[in-house]
């Protein structure tokens, strides 16, 4: 009887572990071990739930924990917890692995017939005095949530300081307002959200304004104060001193790759592994990579971007666990799509943003709209914005960004569909979406700005 072939996985969140369980659903014990290391204590977990669980939405982890390592291992992977791999052997097929605890075996090799990379990403620290300081928390995984709520609920903490507003910015933002922080949001540029063009970026800044949270923006961070404790005190900028209890880092992530390009893997532009359409890393035929530490296909630009979400993740973790399991599968890319909120504030983009699609070239349209989620008469209707991107002359559709209040956010999925099809902003005007007045005006405000963005395009091609 053959061997079983060996499949090790580094990470044991969204992509390592959705790999790895459909690989075990396509194939048994017998025909394949499956090996996972993961060097904090959880297992498929939601790490997008964290902002929730800090402001009290959920409680957690457990929560927010889809697989345990026991429900693994139950199920025939042999999940090792609280252990890293710290090298790749590539020539030799292994990697090494050490584990965390003291009391642990050490350090030890590990051979694979199959390698799943899915290092996922880490926060962005600047480099700066305090920043290591206690009182200073990234927000990444479910061991940054603990020991966060660990410092929430030991120390008093009256005032807040969130450096960065992207999306676990504002969101961290919201979670401190709802424990009865006094928040603060530093920004280094011009509006929060860089996810979102100035223009619409402004209105998420009005309205953190009058939700209460003090939003700086232009504020370029340099040092994280300290008391005669060692605990955060404060935090400075070039100009001004914010009193904190508390800071959150939501300055963004970066891939975590280290490890893979100390082996010699390929990386691209944005740090993150190359990955062909079946999530194999370029050059090896045996190496495969998905989630947060990959670059994938951006379908408007026809260039690779990283995107670090968990509906990416788990969606390369079922293509690599196909493939490994002798199956077939393929991730043909994405079209950037993200929804969030800050309290009753809606944000969602999708496609390009004005700066990236010129950055690649593109001659674009751009028209913005005024609308409401539901018919004007119809009782607690609520205003929203929609910006629509479309390629001139072609009218195709690039790109979509709507702020606004409840029924906005998961408008821009119609744009999705939209982008992934490749369709035009006149095409989008025949979309046959539902209707009624509790739910929309007649003519949705997605489609309102296709109206808006075919007629500017006409217009731009006869002059």
């Given amino acids: 009887m053959a061997a079983a072939r060996r499949m090790v996985v580094i990470g044991g969140d969204a992509a390592g572990m959705s790999a790895a369980s459909q690989a075990r659903r396509l194939r048994s014990r017998s025909e394949l071990e499956i090996l996972a290391f993961e060097r904090g204590q959880f297992t498929s977990y939601s790490a997008c739930g964290i902002p929730y669980w800090a402001g009290g939405v959920v409680n957690g982890p457990e929560d927010l924990i889809a697989r345990t390592p026991e429900t693994h291992r139950g199920r025939g992977i042999d999940v090792r917890t609280g252990t890293e791999v710290v090298e790749i052997d590539l020539t030799g097929q292994r ?5 965390l605890d003291p009391r642990g075996e050490g350090e030890r090799w590990h051979g694979f017939d199959d390698l ?31 020991a966060l709520l660990e410092t929430l609920e030991s120390t008093r903490v009256e005032r807040a300081v969130v450096i960065g507003a992207g999306y676990i910015g504002v969101e961290m933002a919201e979670a401190l307002m709802r424990r009865g922080c006094q928040v603060t949001v530093l920004e280094r540029g011009d509006q929060p959200m860089s996810t979102l063009d100035p223009d619409m970026g402004r209105l998420v800044r009005d309205a953190m304004s009058g939700l209460g949270i003090d939003t700086v923006t232009g504020a370029e961070v340099t040092e994280v104060i300290t008391g005669e404790d060692g605990r955060v005190r404060a935090v400075a900028t070039k100009v001004s ?20 390009q100390a082996a010699g893997l390929p990386v691209g532009d944005y740090g993150g592994l190359l990955t062909d359409l079946a999530m194999r890393v370029r050059g090896h035929d045996n190496i495969w990579a998905g989630g947060d530490c990959v670059e994938v296909l951006d379908l408007v630009s026809g260039r690779t971007r990283h995107i670090p979400l968990g509906t990416h993740a788990n969606k390369h973790g079922q293509v690599i666990g196909s493939n490994v399991g002798g199956d077939y599968a393929t991730f043909p890319g994405v079209v950037g799509t993200a929804v969030s909120k800050v309290c009753d504030l809606e944000i969602a983009r999708t496609g390009l943003l004005e700066a990236e699609a010129a950055a690649v070239g593109l001659k674009f349209e751009s028209v913005t709209i005024e609308s409401t989620s ?11 914005t929609v910006k629509m991107l479309a390629e001139r002359r072609t009218g195709r559709l690039l790109g979509t960004q709507i702020v606004g209040r409840e029924g906005a956010g998961k408008r821009v999925d119609i744009a999705a569909v939209a982008l992934t099809a490749g369709m035009t902003v006149e095409q989008m005007t025949a979309l046959d979406l539902g209707y009624a007045p509790p739910f929309s005006p007649v003519w949705d405000p997605v489609l309102v700005a296709a109206r808006k963005a075919a007629a500017t395009v006409r217009a731009a091609e006869r002059h």
């Fill in 95 to 99: 990697v090494l692995a050490r584990d």
């Fill in 116 to 146: 799943v990379i899915a290092t996922g990403a880490r926060p962005r620290r600047p480099d700066m005095p305090g920043i290591d300081a206690p009182g200073v928390h990234g927000v990444q995984t479910l061991d940054h949530g603990q």
């Fill in 241 to 260: 001193e914010y009193p904190a209890d508390l800071v959150i880092l939501g300055l963004g992530v970066a891939p975590e790759t280290a490890l893979a």
């Fill in 374 to 384: 539901r018919a004007g008469y119809y009782p607690d209707a609520r205003p929203m």
